[in-house]
């Protein structure tokens, strides 16, 4: 079974004023992390709290088998 994460992503002001949001198709925690690290090279310093945050998302079964992938997300 797939879900859609809706990760909060926290990045400290000055390097953003706001974080961001990633919206991942994963089969568990661990492949959305795996995702969301694999797309985002420029805030990997803050991965030690993506966890976390990932542990904490909004999570939705999906009715369909849909790939693994990042959909969508929104950083400042």
Not at 3 to 24: A, C, L, R, T
Not at 29 to 44: A, M, P, Q, R
């Amino acid at each position: 079974m797939k879900f859609i994460y809706i990760v909060d992503h926290y990045v400290p002001f000055p390097s953003s004023e706001y974080g961001g949001v990633w919206n991942v198709v994963a089969e568990n925690d661990e492949e959305c992390f795996d995702l969301i690290t694999e797309e985002d090279g420029y805030y990997s310093q803050y991965f030690s709290e993506l966890r976390q945050n990932i542990n904490k998302a909004d999570k939705y079964s999906l009715l369909d088998e849909l790939p693994s992938k990042v959909v969508t997300s929104f950083l400042t």
